[in-house]
């Protein structure tokens, strides 16, 4: 017998207890478990107020109704989500057999901790979106198994937006996997006490998204500064060398937002503080950099060494992730000053409030009082090798039911202190992230990716399923990470469209470790990554796109503003914004940049024409020409290696003299 509240409904099954609770505008919260219901750390924020609740129940059947969505309980203990306005079933628990088990699994796993499977039904051309970043090149994840597991450019965020109609959070930062099968679909947490799921509904994929935004927390406003570009390469290795690349825009008058200080600038790995040797005064560089009206980013790690001066403080005090059986050595690592050519190192434990405010009082001292406010979080899975969940141990539980929250926790830390020092313009580039990130200033780039535009290809669809996960600040190694000629005609291509969709993304960000590279070890560098570094064609055309950036950077502003209040992230895919149109449901190559701009990136090595779609609803302008084109239609556009076709709805924004350049044909 259900047992039913002002906005709940509960039952006990055999083997379980069942709550569904309204939660949030059109939306509710599914737990289940064992023995009692647990309030364990996940993305939801505080219990929102819902509205418009009916709760009833009869013949061993409940329903509860909040706003749009409702949820029916059937006397075998199955849930059915449906639209109160056209009664649609949006999704179904599913049980794995017609005798037992039920769409719930409950199966041991020592301790307290179960196996925990959660299904439900599949439905005949579902298209599912989200899920975080991952490198498969497929915008829509139906038919596909992913893990549910932080990894270099795989990043588990596990929320998922379903083209019937509703969005769905498994809210549990549990290492598992899920399964987008044709005869069903099924969430599995490798051990876990809890299951707990979030469903929404909406009119539409963008109300959806700001009902996610409403549950798991808005981003703050991104700083105004962080819209230009951003210069890195895997390393610049001193204060001087650093300088002189910055100089080297100003005198050449290119705009620069941000320049980076990457790894191994430290006295060791874990200190978090500079190298005194090849970087003698920090404060002096931060001033010299702010008369440019520029930024210094400085690379800090999660990774605690050895032979750092902290290692045994944070060890005895419990600041480091334990293990139930070993050592507490996580990961073998080169470092400064080592004797041996690698040695161990440890992460710190970021679910530990006592252990992030260890961290930042280094940071303080090491990096902000000497000005420096930006932070890349590299290596924030955390990057543990070998894999080995269930002997971590963290303050916030086992390794196995907590691991993939690390990246939220760690970035938490940092934007939290900030706060508490009075900073207000907080962003922090991290290598992974999970539910929720995106209220702490996360904005994520796609890891140490290939040279390719094979690789290309995957960062465009990947980009699109982050903006659908809630995260709205996102970036890529334009060009690539691991390699890249700068002398090669082919890279430089790769260089050029790389840069051009880059433009169109919401931060626009160079980095990559180019040949020619040294061995990886303590201190090693690659080739030169500047915009000037790939030749004088190159260069023209990547300075004149860079201008097009700043005359785009208002619109991006006011995009970043609406992401901000209302959860619509900047870039995104066509039916977003089209999704009455049902062809903009099916692609994956081109996409909206704010709800003015069409963007069709050009992914192909040699490549000098694309077909471009233009959903119906509006006419298009093509920006390269002025040609005015009906929606509705595909447009076959020249598409020059000076240029990536860009089409402006009319009727919204006005573009006149923003997209001109000197190399376009006459």
């Not at 061993?60 to 079933?89: I, P």
């Not at 290309?456 to 399923?465: D, E, S």
């Not at 291509?493 to 020619?516: D, N, T």
Request: hydrophobic share 40%; charged share 20%.
């Amino acid at each position: 017998m259900a047992q039913l509240g002002a906005d709940r409904l509960e039952i006990r099954a055999a083997d379980h207890v069942l709550r569904v609770e309204a939660w949030g505008v059109d939306s509710m919260r599914v737990r289940a478990a064992r023995e009692d219901i647990l309030d364990l750390d996940g993305a939801l924020v505080d219990t929102p107020v819902p509205t418009d609740v009916v709760v009833t129940s009869g013949d061993g059947t409940a329903s509860l109704v909040n706003g749009n969505l409702r949820v029916d309980l059937s006397a075998a203990g199955q849930l059915r989500f449906s639209r109160v306005t056209d009664a649609a079933e949006l999704v179904s628990e599913m049980p794995a057999h017609f005798v037992w088990p039920g769409p719930r699994l409950f199966a041991s796993a020592g301790d307290e901790a179960c196996r925990l499977e959660q299904r439900f039904c599949a439905y005949p051309e579902e298209k599912i979106f989200g899920l975080g970043q991952h490198q498969h090149g497929r915008l829509n994840q139906k038919g596909l198994v992913l893990d549910l597991v932080q990894r270099n450019a795989e990043v588990t965020i596990p929320f998922a937006i379903s083209s019937r109609g509703y969005g769905f959070l498994w809210n549990s930062p549990a290492v598992g996997r899920v399964e987008f099968a044709e005869n069903g679909t099924r969430w599995v947490s490798d051990s876990a006490r809890q299951i707990d799921y979030w469903v929404t509904t909406g009119s539409s994929p963008r109300e959806i998204l700001t009902h996610y935004a409403d549950a798991t927390g808005h981003a703050p406003t991104m700083p105004s500064w962080a819209s230009g570009l951003w210069q890195s390469k895997l390393r610049y290795k001193t204060q001087n060398e650093l300088l002189e690349v910055a100089r080297g825009y100003r005198d050449r008058g290119l705009p620069l937002s941000v320049i980076v200080v990457d790894y191994f600038h430290w006295t060791r790995l874990g200190e978090w503080r500079f190298d005194a040797a090849d970087w003698p005064d920090p404060r002096a560089m931060v001033e010299e950099l702010a008369a440019m009206g520029v930024k210094l980013m400085v690379s800090v790690w999660p990774s605690v060494s050895t032979l750092a001066a902290n290692y045994d403080v944070m060890n005895r005090r419990g600041y480091l992730i334990a293990t139930a059986h070993g050592s507490s050595v996580h990961q073998l690592f080169p470092d400064k000053g080592a004797a041996e050519e690698t040695l161990g190192v440890s992460f710190y434990d970021a679910t530990n409030p006592a252990a992030r405010s260890f961290v930042w009082d280094a940071i303080k001292t090491g990096y902000y009082d000497a000005g420096i406010r930006v932070w890349w979080l590299d290596a924030c899975e955390p990057e543990i090798y070998p894999e080995q969940f269930g002997n971590l141990r963290f303050f916030g539980g086992a390794g196995p039911e907590v691991a993939n929250i690390y990246p939220r926790e760690h970035v938490r830390g940092f934007y939290e202190h900030m706060r508490g020092e009075g900073e207000e313009e907080i962003i922090c580039l991290v290598r992974s992230a999970w539910a929720g990130s995106q209220r702490f200033g996360a904005a994520l780039w796609s890891g140490d990716i290939p040279p390719t535009f094979e690789s290309l290809q995957a960062q465009v669809r990947a980009g699109l399923n982050v903006a659908m996960s809630g995260i709205p600040w996102w970036t890529t190694d334009i060009g690539g990470f691991a390699g890249g000629d700068p002398t090669s005609a082919d890279y430089r291509e790769l260089m050029v469209r790389w840069f051009q969709y880059a433009v169109f993304c919401p931060l626009l960000r160079m980095h990559g470790h180019r040949e020619p590279r040294e061995q990886f070890e303590a201190g090693h560098s690659g080739g030169p990554n500047e915009i000037w570094s790939y030749g004088e064609e190159t260069y023209g055309m990547l300075s004149e796109y860079l201008a097009v950036r700043e005359r785009l950077r208002p619109y991006i502003h006011a995009q970043m503003l609406e992401s901000s209040r209302a959860g619509l992230p900047p870039m995104r895919p066509m039916f977003v914004d089209f999704p009455v149109d049902d062809t903009c449901w099916s692609i994956d190559d081109q996409y909206m940049f704010g709800p003015d701009l069409l963007v069709a990136p050009v992914l192909e090595l040699g490549a000098r024409r694309r077909a471009v779609y233009l959903p119906v609803g509006a006419s298009w302008t093509d920006t390269a020409t002025g040609a005015i084109h009906a929606g509705g239609r595909v447009v076959n556009v020249t598409a020059p290696l000076s240029r990536i076709p860009v089409f402006a709805r009319n009727g919204g924004t006005d573009f006149t003299g923003i997209f001109a350049t000197n190399s376009d044909p006459a």
